[in-house]
Nanobody, 124 residues
Framework: QVQLVESGGGLGQAGGSLGLSCTAS????????VGWFRQPPGKEREFVAA????????YYGDSVKGRFTISRDNAKNTVYLQMNSLKPEDTADYYC?????????????????WGQGTQVTVSS
């Protein structure tokens, strides 16, 4: 089993920055990659970013590329999502997820473990 806990959500200003963290515990040796998804109010869940746990290779959704940065600290079992140049449309519940498959990192059903989520609100 893998447990994921997100932190760092809250209120941000348009044009500003927020940082999210996802800390994993349990059988973390089974993690192949970690991703972030978000779900704005009344909208579908959207892929944000993912990182390969061992190599550090990253993947980004088109809506956040160039603004958000994902990274990981294996020693701390933690993945970070640095969100810069925030927009009101970034307002959403953000979820951290971990998976064991190297394929289809942009699809939520590729992930086996999910955190409870953290809310991000961006005001204009």
């Amino acid at each position: 089993q893998v447990q994921l806990v997100e932190s760092g959500g809250g209120l941000g200003q348009a044009g500003g920055s927020l940082g999210l963290s996802c800390t994993a515990s349990g059988r973390t040796f089974s993690i192949y990659f970690v991703g972030w998804f978000r779900q704005p109010p009344g909208k579908e869940r959207e892929f944000v970013a993912a990182v390969n746990w061992s190599s550090g290779g990253t993947y980004y959704g088109d809506s956040v590329k160039g603004r958000f940065t994902i990274s990981r600290d294996n020693a701390k079992n933690t993945v970070y999502l640095q969100m810069n140049s925030l927009k009101p449309e970034d307002t959403a519940d953000y979820y951290c997820a971990a998976g064991s498959s190297p394929l289809r990192v942009k699809y939520s059903n590729s992930y086996s473990y999910w955190g409870q989520g953290t809310q991000v609100t961006v005001s204009s």
